[in-house]
């Protein structure tokens, strides 16, 4: 194989072909580009060029393209007549009939849009097309190696603050990404093309320049040596000639690989906590409580011990450095480095430091090695807060038998001015306090001070890295903290707003994001939201309606209890409450919600579908009750004493109120959302001790199934 990118596509033939019949010059970049990757995509070539068809239209134009090709405006727009040139050459030398032909500009014609849509996707962006752009725009002779490479020397000598930014809202990290996406697509294809080239002998010759390399000495190095060379070479022909080199040379900084940004590690385990949680990575965070000054970023990283020992070159911390790059390659960023690169240089440093804990953990230690091999969630979960703090003891106690009520579990733990900086579990008092359980003992104590010490010991090193503070039993991100891990939520792809975003949401995505929030977070960001559309009663019934439309579209996922104990936290007014009392989904909440105020609103006004949704969620919530009890009380074989009956208990006193009792509830809490009742139905059908109940839960339980059974098929078929 010879050291050329010339592949045998046709392209010169093509072009000519093209000036000659059809009066177009074709822009030859974009060109090559189409005939190369139709014919490393397996394209048939006997018409003297890549037969085009569907399929590979729709992968070039869709998914190679954006991240092979830098284009300006024209080239990109000329894409669509080189495959339209192209399906008429073949079809001119006799390789499709009209049908084909038909099709494959059917083809053409329908991912064009998505092409463009994607070529202008700052997700799609890579290195070398952002350097490609960035030198035309300064108008470099990009086929021309020493143009290149001294416009490179420039930009890499230039301060850091003076370069220009990426798009908005890219990270280096995104960049990288994609990159490393085009590197492997393009080696994938070239080395199915080689295979190809050896098993099959097409009328028009190999594909690839001619080889020699089997017979070398190794000819696995030298066959993956030569196909390297060839895509660097694809690579500048589509961007700036010998910009691939240079970028994995002598300025490989200017386009850092995974192996060099170490937050990318954290980044998949902060998504895998994020799926954990709520299984879809655009389910949006709280904001930060507060996030740092850019100005400020330079004085936060340097004045963290760890960071500052790391540029110091200090023995002590020598294991982290070749991780961190401090000292190292990283010198230049806490010399001279952007707000943005300084934030990501203490994530690579907080990610280091987590991966340190993991690696340090004493596996005959249960308390230290759950909680060392836990120090990415410890992180997940403050931010999760809203970067709220948290108390050490309170989180510690999660472990043990102690079970802290719902409502304080989120609390913002008080932090003292000072305190002894050796950690001690607080005195019982003030334990009962934080844990909102009166009378603990000292057993109680005991049992929650192994674990508290092991989760501080994990803090306290985090502490060095300047994100994470402790102050007596309180903890939580430091303002730095909050930017770093911000950042590296960013890079793992899951929803991060700042704190003046949310603002922005319309309604429907503001209430399935403040759902899930802290109620005192969740508040501020509802009080911020109808602040900034005018606070009247029409913007607060908005929300309300978003509220509504989310429960009938997804009664399980949506926590309609919750939201409106947010809505009232942030001060809803009575008038919006009122005006939805004749929701036929969320009156009997507006109802409660005015009652618990001392309100009077006639219950009469609220549809009985929405007391069925008001009652079926309370019923829910009474069923896991009961399973929770059967698993803490269950006797040696197994069986509660004495049996859990607060969801009987529950919908009796419902029945006794609903118009026509059990036999019109039940089928009305299958109205409501038969997925949901199934459980309610099955747990009242094996466990009612009145025989007319039980058989009417049955009874319902069979229409409720095969209802919650068609919806789901419904939904299967339609995508969703």
């Known amino acids: 194989m010879t050291r050329t990118t ?37 394209a048939d070539r006997r018409a003297g060029v890549p037969e085009p068809t569907p399929e590979l239209v729709r992968r070039v134009l869709v998914e190679d393209l954006p991240l092979l090709l830098w284009a300006s405006p024209e080239e990109a727009a000329a894409v669509p007549s080189v495959l339209t040139a192209l399906a008429d050459r073949v079809r001119e030398a006799g390789r499709l ?6 099709r494959v500009l059917a083809a053409v014609e329908e991912a064009v849009p998505v092409f463009a849509e994607a070529h202008g996707d700052p997700g799609r962006l890579t290195w070398p097309r952002w350097y490609a752009s960035l ?6 002779e990009v086929d021309d190696p020493g143009a290149v490479s001294a416009w490179l020397a420039a930009f890499d000598a230039a301060p850091r603050a003076g370069r220009p930014a990426l798009p908005a809202p890219l990270h280096r990290s995104d960049v990288t990404a994609a990159t490393f996406e085009s590197r492997i697509r393009l080696a994938d294809v070239l080395l199915a093309a080689f295979a190809d080239d050896l098993e099959y002998s097409s009328p028009a010759g190999p594909l690839l320049p001619a080889a020699s390399i089997l017979d070398a000495d190794c000819p696995e190095e030298a066959l993956m040596s030569e196909l390297e060379a060839l895509a660097t070479g694809l690579s500048d022909g589509w961007t700036a000639a010998g910009l691939a080199a240079a970028l994995s040379g002598p300025y490989a900084a200017l386009a850092p690989g995974p192996e060099e940004l170490p937050h990318l590690v954290l980044a998949d385990r902060f998504l895998d906590e994020h799926l954990d949680y709520h299984g879809d990575s655009a389910v949006p965070l709280p904001p930060p409580a507060a996030l740092p000054d850019p100005g400020e970023i330079r004085a936060l990283l340097r004045a963290a011990p760890l960071p500052a020992a790391l540029a110091a070159g200090s023995d002590d911390v020598r294991d982290l450095a070749e991780l961190c790059g401090l000292p190292g390659p990283a010198e230049a960023v806490w010399t001279d480095g952007t707000p943005q690169e300084l934030v990501e240089l203490a994530a690579d440093v907080l990610a280091a430091v987590v991966e340190r804990i993991a690696s340090r953990s004493d596996p005959d230690n249960p308390a230290d090695e759950e909680y060392a091999l836990d120090a990415a969630h410890v992180l997940y979960g403050l931010y999760a807060r809203g970067g709220t703090p948290d108390s050490v003891a309170r989180r510690a106690s999660g472990h043990t038998d102690l079970v802290v009520p719902r409502d304080l579990e989120d609390a913002p733990a008080a932090v003292p001015a000072s305190a002894p900086a050796a950690y001690e579990t607080p005195a019982l008092a003030e334990l009962s306090g934080l844990l909102g359980l009166p009378g603990l003992t000292e057993d109680d104590r005991s049992a929650v001070d192994d674990r508290a010490r092991a989760l501080a010991a994990v803090v306290d090193e985090l502490t060095g890295t300047g994100c994470v503070f402790r102050t007596g039993d309180a903890y939580g991100l430091t303002p730095l903290g909050n930017a770093a891990v911000r950042l590296v939520l960013a890079a793992g792809h899951v929803t991060a707003p700042d704190e003046h975003e949310p603002a922005s949401w319309d309604a429907a995505r503001t209430v399935g994001a403040v759902q899930h929030w802290p109620p005192a977070v969740a508040a501020r960001a509802l009080t911020a939201w109808t602040t900034a559309r005018g606070a009247t ?9 978003a509220v509504s ?11 309609t209890q919750s939201l409106f104990a ?15 009392l004749a929701d036929p989904v969320t009156g009997a909440y507006a109802h409660r919600l005015l009652h618990s105020r001392g309100e009077p ?25 009961d399973m929770r009890a059967f698993v803490a009380t269950a006797g040696e074989d197994g069986a509660p004493e004495p049996a859990p009956t607060a969801l009987i208990d529950a919908f009796d006193e419902a029945a006794a109120g609903w118009p026509g009792g059990a036999a019109t509830l039940l089928p009305a809490l299958a109205d409501a959302d038969p997925a949901s009742a199934v459980r309610v139905l099955e747990d009242l059908r094996g466990r009612h001790p009145d025989g007319r109940v039980a058989d009417l839960a049955a009874h319902t339980l069979k229409t409720a199934k095969a209802t919650a059974k068609r919806s789901a098929a419904r939904s299967r078929g339609s995508g969703r």
Not at 97 to 102: L, P, S, Y
Request: no cysteine; charged share 30%.
């Open 6 to 42: 010339a592949l045998n596509t046709g392209l010169d033939a093509f072009l000519a072909w093209a000036e000659r019949e059809r009066r177009t010059a074709l822009p030859p970049r974009p060109a090559d580009a189409v005939l190369t990757l139709l014919a490393l995509h397996g």
């Open 97 to 102: 009939n009209a049908k084909r032909h038909a």
């Open 135 to 140: 030198m035309r725009a300064d108008g470099v």
């Open 537 to 545: 009663d029409a913007v607060w019934s908005e929300l309300l309606d």
């Open 549 to 559: 439309a989310a429960k009938a579209a997804d009664f399980y996922r949506t926590l």
């Open 566 to 580: 947010r809505l009232d936290r942030a001060g809803i007014p009575d008038g919006p409450l009122r005006s939805a």
């Open 601 to 625: 609103a006639d219950e009469g006004l609220v549809p009985l579908t929405a007391r069925a949704v008001f009652l079926l969620e309370e019923l829910d919530a009474r069923w896991a009750d």
